[in-house]
């Protein structure tokens, strides 16, 4: 196969990420479907589309931008593509709000040109009121409302403080809990719950540019380890411009906390918010993360009801989409039974052995959710009374679903590509394109299941190399921390990459080691107190399994390459056990885990004042007087998710010591490196060093 031109393909698609169809929206009766899909594989500008009877059409296209003629475009953090890169409907799917450039604008399913309102400055975050007369937007911190024909602009709740916002969400929980809103409408349209975020008391990050020392620092509140995180209150503010004060509880008052473990019963994060027909519904956690309290809200008085509490030893698990409440006001809640992660529909247990991984939506009583009995597949399932739970996917692969009416929109990532499928009461009705490019590179992965652990593991074999030939370097491409697979029955920009250095003549091993999700309650707590130790015992013992398998795996010759955590894998594995690494690409790694943020750290290594072996055991500074192979230091200056920092107090530990290393910062460039130029050239650089290092 032709592979010279790989690089630039991966950095020019973005990752094979332009292309793909996304956040897909089903109205209530069935009949439309809404989502978001670059022009091309291989262009940026995002497109607001409609699928209907089976057909699709553009809503919005920046280019085409209606009655205003000038192109706008919106670069989101993290974001790979420009245009519109999020939307948001009313109830009925028959309006449809999004941002460009800070503009708003409005586009209604039934006809018409995208239409764009004058408001009261930059806009973010603008969703329409579920009856689509009004459009709630923020600008500026404040939250603002405008009726859908752009007249009578107001605010509603203006911050008091310039650490002080209304509507979004902090840090934290955009970051490491997963919750990206900070309002939400109520049923009838007159109301919205909304969090104020205070970051006053949060310590501050800075972010220079040193290739343009004329332009200041950006200031970013960032809660550390063991540091204040924002305040999140919540409040009921009605369109008329009244405000009522949600009373939160300060604080669970669990008993029973082993002694000498760290107890924080102050109720510090909201990780879940949602008003439906019965009421706003919120879920909180306090600072610990081993309580959880889900809360029914009076809006009217702000008193609140005790609705579930959970508590565990370790830290409460909650599946994405839940609490939720079907038609009928029937509760479905995270549930957790023996080692498997579960749900609570009513009185109704998930079936035993099915590790939930999301909870979908409802129609109606019928919930949907994905979940899996075997990590490396991920199938979408539903539950209704009189039918049980039946499993709705079949093909090996990771599958989710968007759902409405009598329409399932399937979203299906295989070993064979990515398809998304439209099904009306059950039977095929369409489908939605997927115009991703098809890889120079043909994933070619192996799956393996190594060791006593039963490790799943993904080995990639050069396409011309004969078993007996030659002996192989091996390079480790894992991730393995918590929160993402790697290793699953579907084809991925990271299985192509994979492939990709396996062309190049090394032998590719990707494991999904202790921690990562899919495989019970005890598989992901097994980190617990370790952030590094166990997770590098189960590379090696993987990387071992599969060379007594494939005797062409040459275990005198093996580097390892990882960006974020398994950046931070990379650079311990080299440190910590020489006689297995022999070189190191470490991209991003958080090396010092009293820098990275509280929500994320505390939960597997308490409290750094409580705790403090935990964290000297995770770091990896304290050993860098052990570096003998060479090691790779990659970073964007502009990242702030893992700062510079971690790689510069490791680069500096190493210099102090004495032991020589490459570091290449890379300028204006954030956690995500997806840029043409950037990307294409890294994948080439960490080519030339691993080669030259391993004598590949």
């Keep these: 196969m032709e592979i010279s031109g790989f690089p630039r393909q991966f950095a020019r698609t973005r990752r094979f990420s332009l292309g793909v169809p996304r956040q897909f929206t089903v109205s209530p009766d069935g009949q439309r479907v809404l989502f978001v899909r670059s022009v091309s594989g291989g262009a940026p500008r995002g497109l607001l589309w409609l699928h209907e009877n089976g057909r699709e059409r553009v809503l919005a296209d920046p280019a085409s931008p209606g009655d205003d003629d000038r192109s706008t475009t919106l670069e989101r953090a993290r974001e790979n593509a420009t245009g519109v890169v999020a939307y948001a409907t009313d109830r009925e799917a028959r309006l449809a709000a999004f941002a460009l450039d800070g503009a708003l604008w409005t586009v209604r ?21 579920p009856d689509g007369t009004s459009i709630a937007y923020i600008c500026r911190g404040a939250l603002h409302v405008i009726g859908a024909d752009g007249t009578d ?14 509507g979004l ?34 310590e501050r990050r800075y972010i220079a540019d040193p290739s343009n020392p004329a332009r200041p620092p950006r200031s970013v509140p960032y809660p550390a380890a063991g540091t204040a995180n924002a305040q999140t209150s919540l409040r009921v503010v009605t369109i008329a411009g009244g405000h009522t004060p ?26 879940t918010a949602g008003w439906d027909g019965a009421g706003p519904v919120v879920s909180l956690q306090t600072r610990d993360q081993r309580t959880m309290w889900t809360i029914a809200v009076d809006p009217a008085s702000g008193d609140v009801e005790l609705l579930t509490r959970t508590a565990d030893p370790a830290w409460v698990s909650f599946r994405p989409g839940t609490p939720l409440r079907t038609a009928a006001g029937t509760p479905v809640v995270s549930w957790q039974h023996a080692d ?19 909870v979908l939506g409802a129609v109606g009583e ?8 075997e990590p490396t597949e991920v199938h979408v399932w539903s539950h209704e009374p009189g039918h049980g739970f039946v499993r709705l996917t079949d093909a090996p692969g990771v599958h989710s679903a968007a759902v409405g009416g009598d329409t399932i929109v399937l979203d299906s990532r295989t070993l064979d590509g990515h398809t998304v499928t439209v099904l009306h009461g059950g039977e095929p009705a369409g489908a939605i394109a997927v115009l991703t490019e098809e890889p ?23 396409s011309w190399h004969q078993e007996g030939s030659r002996r192989l370097p091996v390079l480790l491409s894992p991730y393995s921390g918590p929160g993402l697979q790697v290793v699953t029955m579907a084809r991925a920009w990271y299985t192509a990459v994979c492939q990709w250095w396996a062309e190049q003549g090394f032998a590719v091993l990707a494991t999904d080691g202790r921690g990562t999700p899919g495989r019970g309650v005890e598989w992901e707590r097994g980190i617990l107190g370790d952030r590094l130790a166990p997770v590098l015992e189960d590379q090696i013992d993987a990387l071992h399994a599969a060379a007594e398998r494939y005797a062409d795996l040459d275990l005198d010759r093996v580097g390892i390459r990882g960006w974020s955590f398994s950046g931070y894998l990379a650079a311990g594995a080299v440190l910590l056990r020489p006689d297995v690494f022999h070189a190191a690409v470490a991209g991003a790694p ?54 510079p920092a971690h790689t510069l107090r490791l680069s500096a530990a190493l210099l102090a010591a004495g032991r020589p290393h490459t570091v290449l910062p890379l300028t204006g460039v954030g956690h995500l490196v997806a840029r043409e130029g950037v990307a294409d050239t890294l994948l080439q650089l960490e080519l030339d060093f691993l080669k030259r290092s391993l004598d590949a």
């Design 440 to 462: 120079l590179v043909t994933p070619r992965p192996i799956h393996l299941s190594l060791g006593r652990r039963e490790l799943r593991s993904r080995l990639h074999l050069p």
């Design 169 to 202: 969400a902090d840090h934290t929980a955009t970051e490491s809990i997963g919750r990206t809103r900070g309002y939400w409408w109520s049923p009838d349209s007159d109301a919205l719950l909304v969090a104020r975020v205070d970051t006053s008391m949060v």
């Design 246 to 271: 949600v009373r939160l509880p300060a604080a669970a008052h669990e008993t029973g906390t082993p002694r000498g473990v760290w107890n924080a019963p102050a109720f510090e994060y909201v990780v």
């Design 153 to 166: 602009d107001r605010p509603l709740a203006r911050p008091e403080d310039p650490d002080v916002t209304y």
């Design 590 to 643: 958080p090396t010092d885990r009293r820098l990275y943020d509280t929500y994320w750290e505390e939960r597997f290594l308490g409290h750094p004042d409580v705790q403090p072996g935990n964290y000297e055991r995770s770091s990896l500074l304290p050993h860098a007087h052990r570096l003998t192979r060479p090691l790779m230091l990659v970073h964007g200056l502009a990242d702030d998710n893992v700062f």
């Design 340 to 358: 498997a992660r579960m749900i609570r529909i009513g009185t109704t247990l998930s079936p035993d052995g099915l590790q939930v991984r999301e």
């Design 366 to 373: 019928r919930v949907f959710f994905t979940a899996s009995r």
């Design 109 to 129: 399913t039934d006809g018409g040109v995208p239409r764009r309102l004058t408001t009261a400055g930059p806009v973010t975050e603008p969703r329409p009121s």
